[in-house]
């Protein structure tokens, strides 16, 4: 029966030989065999996540699995293990230089999806968050951590983790997974790589001295290889060895071409651009962000009747301890730090408490901010309230009460948070930079400011105040924001694009 079924790859591919079969074997059957995709990341909102990245792994392997075979790698943190259900452990992999051997094990996600999971507890079972301690310090083993899932991801990639599968192409996300294509370059093995950058400012970067304990040849700490600036950089090996690289949104793959944006990456993003190796690809947001049948809200609405986000209001309003009130409320959902212009908001929250207005905020990150934060609250009780950490039915729950999102991001590669606002009816008030200018259109479904300044954001903040006092103008406003395609079927097909593109030119 086998050999009767012609498998055809989607691309003129040189296919693995052990493709699983999807369709039932029957005689003179064309069957197309779906390419074999390996994600990798360090974060999945499944089971643990710090931010957008682990939003955009959950939901991007999802949009793509109907046309490949997509697998995700992920480390085994102490959260994934506890919560994915049964593993099974299906390979070892060796120790290599610094790098300690580790377990392969297999699970699945609840709807089906395979995940590679990394047993080495040494390395991942701890609490905290993937990268940093309770108390917001960097993991001091993060450079072998994450070499750890590199090297696993070339291993599998290449059919040595699970004997049954491997890959035809490797998705790389951020400096975690950045030196999986210098592996596998190091090894001479032609497996199409694609990078994708969520966030350039963080790059993992380490210590010359760590090259050997990582299985880094010294002919590569150059330029023209892992070398950034004296130091050994993951991202800049990521971007350096592979095939393709993206960034999540068009307005960021320009931004990081130049000085201001490129974080002393430019000029190599730059060589990428003019080599046709960098793409913008927009984020899309998953079918869960649907305020109609959202199981955290307190009350369903929807584009036509919006009448329900009034009881979402009172209780953000309940909850973070602000007075009954008809005035604005202005959410803050946001990771605490310098890129997000917290500084910027709450130097703006006097403008907006002098107006009538509120303001809840929730996040964590950087101890200053969230002290500033604290003391804020406590200089206006009734009118700003703060909560230090992350809930994901508060959070919804802010984007679905909220009139106003604030997002001052001096740079924003695509952001995330505006889109969850926008499809729940709350206009964001957004520098114009990255994937903000991408998504929001000024005046139709929310505010841009053209620099990050306190007085461009307080200008835009009263144009969002006057829309507030003008009725129709709210509602228009909020229906346009509200029916703004956020989907991913665009951005997978764009992936799809690059995919063949990657396999195309790892042929040539
Ligand atoms: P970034 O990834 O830079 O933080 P995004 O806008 O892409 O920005 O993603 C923001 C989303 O990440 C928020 O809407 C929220 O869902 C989530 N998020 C924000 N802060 C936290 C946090 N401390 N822990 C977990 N998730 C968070
Ligand atoms: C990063 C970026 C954010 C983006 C997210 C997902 O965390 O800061 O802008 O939305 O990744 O791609």
């Known amino acids: 029966m086998l050999e009767s079924i012609q498998l055809e790859a989607n691309v003129a591919f040189p296919t693995v030989a052990h493709a699983e079969l999807q369709a039932s074997a029957q005689p003179s059957i064309s069957v197309k065999r779906r390419q074999s995709i390996l994600f990798v990341t360090s974060e999945i909102a499944d089971y643990i996540k710090a931010g957008g990245l682990g939003e955009v792994s959950a939901a991007l392997p999802r949009a793509l699995r109907h046309h490949y075979d997509v697998r995700i790698l992920i480390p085994g943190y102490r959260q994934v293990l506890s919560q994915i259900g049964p593993v099974e452990e299906i390979g070892r992999l060796p120790a290599s230089f610094g790098i300690p051997a580790c377990g392969l094990g297999r699970g699945t996600t609840q709807d089906g999806l395979t995940v590679y999971v990394l047993l080495c507890p040494e390395l991942y079972d701890r609490d905290g968050s993937p990268y940093v301690d309770g108390f917001g310090v960097d993991w001091s083993d993060n450079d072998i951590r994450f070499a750890r899932l590199g090297l696993a991801a070339a291993d599998i990639a290449c059919g040595n983790g699970d004997h049954l599968w491997r890959a035809d192409l490797l998705h790389l996300n951020d400096w975690p997974s950045g030196l999986a294509s210098a592996y596998l370059v190091w090894r001479g093995q032609h497996i199409p790589t694609i990078l994708t950058i969520h966030n350039l400012a963080y790059q993992g970067n380490f210590d010359r001295s760590r090259l050997s304990h990582l299985g880094i040849p010294d002919a590569a700490f150059q330029i023209n290889g892992v070398e950034f600036y004296g130091k050994l950089s993951f991202l800049k090996a990521g971007i350096y060895y592979s095939s393709h690289i993206t960034t999540v949104s068009s307005t960021y793959a320009h931004e990081i071409t130049r000085p201001e944006f490129g974080c002393g990456l430019d000029g190599l993003l730059r060589t990428c651009a003019e080599q046709g190796r960098l793409d913008g690809i927009i984020n899309g947001i998953d079918e869960s962000w649907d305020p109609s049948t959202d199981p955290y809200l307190v009350s369903p609405f929807s584009a036509e009747n ?203």
């Open 306 to 508: 919006c009448r329900g986000k009034r009881a979402n209001a009172n209780n953000v309003r309940q909850n973070f301890g602000l007075a009954l009130s008809n005035g604005p409320l202005f959410a803050v959902v946001s990771r605490l730090v310098h890129q997000k212009g917290v500084d910027l908001a709450i130097s703006a929250a006097e403008t907006i408490v002098s107006q009538g207005g509120q303001i809840a905020v929730i996040g964590q990150g950087e101890p200053r901010f969230e002290n500033e934060l604290q003391a804020l609250a406590h200089r206006h009780p009734g009118s700003v309230g703060v909560k230090i950490g992350y809930d994901e039915g508060d959070a919804r729950r802010m984007y679905a009460g909220s009139d106003f999102l604030l997002m001052p991001s001096r740079f924003e590669p695509c952001g995330l948070s505006q889109m969850y606002a926008q499809r729940f009816g709350s206009l964001p008030i957004a520098h114009r930079t990255g994937g903000l200018a991408d998504t929001i259109e000024d005046g139709v479904n929310g505010f841009l400011f053209g620099e990050p300044s306190l007085n461009r954001f307080k200008d835009a903040i009263k144009r969002g105040l006057d829309t507030f006092r003008s009725r129709p103008r709210l509602t228009a406003m909020r229906r346009a924001a509200m029916q703004r395609p956020h989907g991913w079927d665009r951005s997978a097909s764009r992936y799809q694009e690059v995919y063949q593109r990657a396999c195309q030119t790892a042929l040539a």
